[in-house]
Protein backbone atom coordinates (compact mmCIF):
# COMPACT_ATOMS: atom_id res chain seq x y z
CA UNK A 1 0.00 0.00 0.00
CA UNK A 2 1.30 3.24 -0.78
CA UNK A 3 1.51 5.95 1.83
CA UNK A 4 -0.79 8.86 1.31
CA UNK A 5 -0.88 12.63 2.32
CA UNK A 6 -4.25 13.09 3.30
CA UNK A 7 -6.12 16.17 5.37
CA UNK A 8 -8.84 15.39 7.33
CA UNK A 9 -11.01 18.63 7.67
CA UNK A 10 -12.47 18.91 11.21
CA UNK A 11 -10.14 16.09 12.25
CA UNK A 12 -10.98 16.57 15.75
CA UNK A 13 -14.77 15.98 15.46
CA UNK A 14 -17.61 13.23 15.72
CA UNK A 15 -16.61 11.66 12.08
CA UNK A 16 -12.97 13.21 11.38
CA UNK A 17 -11.35 12.03 14.49
CA UNK A 18 -12.25 8.52 13.69
CA UNK A 19 -11.11 8.52 10.24
CA UNK A 20 -7.89 9.82 11.21
CA UNK A 21 -7.20 7.13 13.69
CA UNK A 22 -8.08 4.86 11.11
CA UNK A 23 -5.74 6.65 8.42
CA UNK A 24 -2.78 6.68 10.66
CA UNK A 25 -3.26 3.05 11.38
CA UNK A 26 -3.13 2.21 8.41
CA UNK A 27 -0.12 3.92 8.07
CA UNK A 28 -0.73 6.79 6.43
CA UNK A 29 0.41 10.79 6.41
CA UNK A 30 -2.79 12.83 8.20
CA UNK A 31 -3.16 16.62 8.33
CA UNK A 32 -6.19 18.12 10.46
CA UNK A 33 -7.79 20.80 8.99
CA UNK A 34 -9.36 22.84 12.09
CA UNK A 35 -8.81 26.32 13.44
CA UNK A 36 -7.13 24.74 16.36
CA UNK A 37 -4.21 23.04 13.63
CA UNK A 38 -1.44 24.03 12.46
CA UNK A 39 -1.60 25.09 9.84
CA UNK A 40 -4.95 26.98 11.44
CA UNK A 41 -7.73 26.02 8.62
CA UNK A 42 -10.62 28.09 9.06
CA UNK A 43 -14.12 27.61 7.19
CA UNK A 44 -14.06 31.27 7.33
CA UNK A 45 -10.55 32.38 6.26
CA UNK A 46 -10.31 31.17 2.20
CA UNK A 47 -7.45 33.46 2.00
CA UNK A 48 -5.28 31.29 3.83
CA UNK A 49 -6.65 27.25 2.61
CA UNK A 50 -3.71 26.63 0.17
CA UNK A 51 -1.24 26.30 3.08
CA UNK A 52 -3.71 23.77 4.35
CA UNK A 53 -4.37 21.95 0.72
CA UNK A 54 -0.75 22.30 -0.53
CA UNK A 55 0.99 18.38 -0.51
CA UNK A 56 -2.01 16.63 0.04
CA UNK A 57 -3.37 13.97 -2.31
CA UNK A 58 -6.70 13.49 -0.54
CA UNK A 59 -9.15 15.27 1.69
CA UNK A 60 -12.20 14.79 4.10
CA UNK A 61 -14.88 17.27 4.07
CA UNK A 62 -16.63 18.30 6.73
CA UNK A 63 -18.46 21.62 6.54
CA UNK A 64 -18.83 23.72 9.66
CA UNK A 65 -21.77 23.88 11.34
CA UNK A 66 -23.82 22.14 8.23
CA UNK A 67 -23.73 22.41 4.03
CA UNK A 68 -27.37 23.39 4.67
CA UNK A 69 -26.18 27.01 6.31
CA UNK A 70 -25.70 30.62 3.88
CA UNK A 71 -22.13 30.55 2.21
CA UNK A 72 -21.78 26.58 2.45
CA UNK A 73 -21.97 26.72 -1.54
CA UNK A 74 -19.56 29.13 -2.20
CA UNK A 75 -17.22 28.00 0.46
CA UNK A 76 -17.23 24.79 -1.32
CA UNK A 77 -16.70 26.05 -4.68
CA UNK A 78 -13.91 27.65 -3.12
CA UNK A 79 -12.53 24.95 -1.78
CA UNK A 80 -12.93 22.69 -4.89
CA UNK A 81 -10.78 25.58 -6.55
CA UNK A 82 -8.14 25.33 -3.97
CA UNK A 83 -8.30 21.48 -4.40
CA UNK A 84 -7.93 21.72 -7.77
CA UNK A 85 -4.39 24.14 -7.84
CA UNK A 86 -2.90 21.37 -5.18
CA UNK A 87 -3.58 19.09 -7.71
CA UNK A 88 -5.69 16.92 -4.98
CA UNK A 89 -6.64 13.93 -6.38
CA UNK A 90 -10.08 12.58 -4.33
CA UNK A 91 -12.30 14.40 -2.48
CA UNK A 92 -14.73 12.47 0.07
CA UNK A 93 -17.83 14.71 1.17
CA UNK A 94 -19.77 14.25 4.08
CA UNK A 95 -23.20 15.12 3.47
CA UNK A 96 -26.94 14.96 5.14
CA UNK A 97 -29.78 12.60 3.74
CA UNK A 98 -32.71 14.40 3.21
CA UNK A 99 -31.05 18.01 2.92
CA UNK A 100 -31.64 19.23 -0.43
CA UNK A 101 -29.03 21.98 0.49
CA UNK A 102 -26.67 19.99 1.15
CA UNK A 103 -26.96 18.52 -2.51
CA UNK A 104 -26.15 21.76 -4.30
CA UNK A 105 -23.05 21.64 -2.43
CA UNK A 106 -22.67 17.53 -3.74
CA UNK A 107 -23.04 18.91 -7.34
CA UNK A 108 -19.92 21.20 -7.09
CA UNK A 109 -17.88 18.14 -6.00
CA UNK A 110 -19.04 15.95 -8.24
CA UNK A 111 -18.67 18.20 -10.76
CA UNK A 112 -14.98 18.88 -9.82
CA UNK A 113 -13.18 16.90 -12.25
CA UNK A 114 -11.61 15.67 -9.06
CA UNK A 115 -12.17 11.60 -8.28
CA UNK A 116 -15.12 11.88 -5.17
CA UNK A 117 -17.18 9.77 -3.00
CA UNK A 118 -20.57 11.45 -1.34
CA UNK A 119 -21.34 9.96 1.83
CA UNK A 120 -24.86 11.32 2.92
CA UNK A 121 -25.72 10.50 6.21
CA UNK A 122 -28.85 10.29 8.50
CA UNK A 123 -29.06 11.65 12.19
CA UNK A 124 -26.04 10.71 14.10
CA UNK A 125 -26.64 8.45 17.11
CA UNK A 126 -23.46 10.41 18.06
CA UNK A 127 -25.59 13.39 18.49
CA UNK A 128 -26.98 12.22 22.07
CA UNK A 129 -23.44 12.02 23.60
CA UNK A 130 -21.30 14.40 21.36
CA UNK A 131 -23.70 16.94 20.40
CA UNK A 132 -26.48 19.00 21.40
CA UNK A 133 -28.58 16.59 22.56
CA UNK A 134 -26.59 15.41 25.67
CA UNK A 135 -27.43 17.79 28.24
CA UNK A 136 -31.06 16.64 28.21
CA UNK A 137 -30.16 13.28 28.22
CA UNK A 138 -28.36 13.71 31.29
CA UNK A 139 -30.78 15.99 32.83
CA UNK A 140 -33.08 12.99 32.31
CA UNK A 141 -35.42 15.08 29.97
CA UNK A 142 -35.81 15.50 26.37
CA UNK A 143 -38.12 18.11 25.36
CA UNK A 144 -38.31 18.15 21.29
CA UNK A 145 -40.54 18.58 18.44
CA UNK A 146 -41.20 15.78 15.23
CA UNK A 147 -42.10 13.37 17.66
CA UNK A 148 -43.49 11.79 15.03
CA UNK A 149 -40.14 11.39 12.85
CA UNK A 150 -39.04 8.18 11.78
CA UNK A 151 -35.01 8.41 11.77
CA UNK A 152 -33.04 5.86 10.76
CA UNK A 153 -30.10 7.00 13.42
CA UNK A 154 -26.28 5.77 12.05
CA UNK A 155 -23.09 5.38 14.18
CA UNK A 156 -20.30 7.72 13.35
CA UNK A 157 -17.89 4.52 13.89
CA UNK A 158 -19.80 3.54 10.40
CA UNK A 159 -19.37 6.47 8.75
CA UNK A 160 -15.57 6.57 9.56
CA UNK A 161 -15.23 3.09 8.54
CA UNK A 162 -17.31 3.99 4.90
CA UNK A 163 -15.16 7.40 4.73
CA UNK A 164 -11.94 5.90 5.75
CA UNK A 165 -12.41 3.08 2.46
CA UNK A 166 -13.78 5.53 0.31
CA UNK A 167 -10.24 7.51 0.69
CA UNK A 168 -8.16 4.53 0.30
CA UNK A 169 -10.05 2.57 -1.89
CA UNK A 170 -10.41 3.82 -5.70
CA UNK A 171 -13.69 1.21 -6.22
CA UNK A 172 -15.58 4.03 -4.29
CA UNK A 173 -14.57 7.21 -6.70
CA UNK A 174 -18.02 8.39 -8.51
CA UNK A 175 -19.83 6.79 -5.79
CA UNK A 176 -22.89 8.60 -3.58
CA UNK A 177 -23.33 6.31 -0.45
CA UNK A 178 -26.24 6.72 1.86
CA UNK A 179 -25.48 5.49 5.21
CA UNK A 180 -28.42 4.68 7.64
CA UNK A 181 -28.60 2.36 10.95
CA UNK A 182 -30.58 -0.55 10.41
CA UNK A 183 -33.75 0.88 11.50
CA UNK A 184 -35.64 3.67 12.27
CA UNK A 185 -36.47 4.86 15.63
CA UNK A 186 -38.20 8.08 16.73
CA UNK A 187 -36.90 10.51 19.43
CA UNK A 188 -39.21 8.54 21.78
CA UNK A 189 -37.99 4.64 20.85
CA UNK A 190 -34.35 6.77 21.07
CA UNK A 191 -34.77 7.69 25.00
CA UNK A 192 -36.16 4.24 25.41
CA UNK A 193 -33.00 2.98 24.15
CA UNK A 194 -31.17 5.25 26.26
CA UNK A 195 -33.28 4.82 29.71
CA UNK A 196 -32.66 0.84 29.28
CA UNK A 197 -29.19 0.89 28.62
CA UNK A 198 -28.34 2.88 31.03
CA UNK A 199 -30.79 2.03 34.08
CA UNK A 200 -32.56 5.67 34.34
CA UNK A 201 -35.54 7.25 34.02
CA UNK A 202 -35.28 9.45 30.76
CA UNK A 203 -38.77 11.15 30.03
CA UNK A 204 -39.64 12.32 26.59
CA UNK A 205 -41.71 15.50 25.90
CA UNK A 206 -43.49 15.95 22.65
CA UNK A 207 -43.40 19.81 21.77
CA UNK A 208 -43.91 21.99 18.66
CA UNK A 209 -40.99 23.82 16.69
CA UNK A 210 -42.54 27.16 18.09
CA UNK A 211 -42.07 25.95 21.61
CA UNK A 212 -38.71 24.78 20.84
CA UNK A 213 -37.76 28.06 19.23
CA UNK A 214 -39.08 29.88 21.89
CA UNK A 215 -36.83 27.65 24.65
CA UNK A 216 -33.97 28.20 22.73
CA UNK A 217 -34.05 31.69 22.47
CA UNK A 218 -35.14 31.75 26.10
CA UNK A 219 -31.59 30.08 26.71
CA UNK A 220 -30.18 32.70 24.95
CA UNK A 221 -28.53 30.37 22.22
CA UNK A 222 -27.35 32.50 19.35
CA UNK A 223 -29.86 32.76 16.23
CA UNK A 224 -28.06 31.22 13.30
CA UNK A 225 -27.57 28.37 15.63
CA UNK A 226 -31.69 28.14 16.25
CA UNK A 227 -32.00 29.01 12.78
CA UNK A 228 -29.68 25.54 11.63
CA UNK A 229 -31.51 23.71 14.11
CA UNK A 230 -35.26 24.69 12.83
CA UNK A 231 -34.08 23.89 9.73
CA UNK A 232 -33.06 20.50 11.00
CA UNK A 233 -35.89 19.71 12.28
CA UNK A 234 -38.63 21.13 9.28
CA UNK A 235 -36.84 20.50 6.23
CA UNK A 236 -34.78 17.31 7.17
CA UNK A 237 -36.92 15.26 9.43
CA UNK A 238 -39.91 16.22 7.43
CA UNK A 239 -38.26 15.28 4.95
CA UNK A 240 -40.16 11.56 3.77
CA UNK A 241 -36.49 10.59 2.20
CA UNK A 242 -34.71 10.74 5.74
CA UNK A 243 -36.44 7.70 6.77
CA UNK A 244 -35.60 5.36 3.85
CA UNK A 245 -33.29 2.42 5.70
CA UNK A 246 -30.06 2.23 3.09
CA UNK A 247 -27.77 -1.06 2.40
CA UNK A 248 -24.60 1.01 1.69
CA UNK A 249 -23.22 0.37 4.95
CA UNK A 250 -23.70 -3.56 4.46
CA UNK A 251 -22.95 -3.10 0.95
CA UNK A 252 -19.14 -1.28 1.67
CA UNK A 253 -18.38 -2.72 4.94
CA UNK A 254 -19.58 -6.25 4.31
CA UNK A 255 -21.48 -6.34 7.73
CA UNK A 256 -24.63 -4.93 9.22
CA UNK A 257 -24.64 -1.49 10.56
CA UNK A 258 -24.72 -0.54 14.15
CA UNK A 259 -27.86 -1.14 15.72
CA UNK A 260 -28.82 2.22 17.90
CA UNK A 261 -28.94 -0.67 20.99
CA UNK A 262 -25.70 -1.21 20.88
CA UNK A 263 -24.61 2.15 20.43
CA UNK A 264 -26.66 3.11 23.88
CA UNK A 265 -24.79 0.02 24.94
CA UNK A 266 -21.25 1.03 24.24
CA UNK A 267 -22.21 4.68 25.42
CA UNK A 268 -23.43 3.71 28.95
CA UNK A 269 -19.93 2.04 29.16
CA UNK A 270 -17.54 5.20 28.69
CA UNK A 271 -19.54 6.98 31.64
CA UNK A 272 -20.53 10.17 29.38
CA UNK A 273 -24.05 9.71 30.02
CA UNK A 274 -23.91 9.62 34.29
CA UNK A 275 -25.57 12.35 35.26
CA UNK A 276 -22.75 12.75 37.75
CA UNK A 277 -20.68 14.67 35.25
CA UNK A 278 -23.34 17.38 35.42
CA UNK A 279 -22.40 18.27 39.15
N1 LIG B 1 -24.91 15.57 13.34
C1 LIG B 1 -25.61 14.90 12.42
O1 LIG B 1 -26.56 14.17 12.73
C2 LIG B 1 -25.24 15.03 10.96
C3 LIG B 1 -25.91 14.24 10.01
C4 LIG B 1 -25.54 14.33 8.67
C5 LIG B 1 -24.51 15.21 8.30
N2 LIG B 1 -23.89 15.96 9.24
C6 LIG B 1 -22.83 16.90 8.82
O2 LIG B 1 -21.64 16.60 9.51
C7 LIG B 1 -20.79 17.76 9.43
C8 LIG B 1 -20.03 17.88 10.72
O3 LIG B 1 -19.21 16.75 10.84
P1 LIG B 1 -18.83 16.14 12.24
O4 LIG B 1 -20.06 15.99 13.05
O5 LIG B 1 -17.93 14.98 12.01
O6 LIG B 1 -17.98 17.33 12.84
P2 LIG B 1 -18.07 18.03 14.25
O7 LIG B 1 -18.03 17.04 15.35
O8 LIG B 1 -19.18 19.03 14.18
O9 LIG B 1 -16.66 18.70 14.13
C9 LIG B 1 -16.12 19.74 14.68
C10 LIG B 1 -14.78 19.85 13.91
O10 LIG B 1 -14.84 20.96 13.02
C11 LIG B 1 -13.83 21.90 13.38
N3 LIG B 1 -14.40 23.23 13.16
C12 LIG B 1 -15.39 23.84 13.83
N4 LIG B 1 -15.62 25.06 13.29
C13 LIG B 1 -14.74 25.21 12.27
C14 LIG B 1 -14.46 26.26 11.36
N5 LIG B 1 -15.13 27.42 11.38
N6 LIG B 1 -13.48 26.07 10.44
C15 LIG B 1 -12.79 24.92 10.41
N7 LIG B 1 -13.00 23.89 11.25
C16 LIG B 1 -13.97 24.05 12.18
C17 LIG B 1 -13.50 21.58 14.84
O11 LIG B 1 -12.20 21.93 15.20
P3 LIG B 1 -11.82 23.40 15.74
O12 LIG B 1 -12.77 23.72 16.82
O13 LIG B 1 -10.39 23.25 16.18
O14 LIG B 1 -11.93 24.32 14.56
C18 LIG B 1 -13.63 20.06 14.83
O15 LIG B 1 -12.48 19.46 14.25
C19 LIG B 1 -21.69 18.95 9.13
O16 LIG B 1 -21.44 19.42 7.83
C20 LIG B 1 -23.09 18.35 9.23
O17 LIG B 1 -23.97 18.94 8.34
C21 LIG B 1 -24.21 15.89 10.55
Same mark, same amino acid.
Given at each position: MKTENILVIGGTGKTGRRIVAQLKALGHNVRIGSRSATPAFD %? +?????WSKTVEGMDKIYITYQPDL @???GALEAIEELVKAAKRANIKKLVLLSGKGEREAQLCEQVVIHSGIDYTI?? @? *? %? =? #??? =? *?????LEPILEGVVALPQAEAQIPWVDTNDIAEVATKALTE?? +? #?GQIYELTGPRTLTFEDAVAEMAKASNRDITFIPISIQEYGEGMRKAGLPEDFIWLIEYLFTEVLGN??? @?EVSHDIEKVLGRKPIDFSDYAKATVATGVWDPKSLA
Open positions: %W +HQPED @AVPVR @A *S %W =F #NQN =F *SENFLET +H #NPEL @A
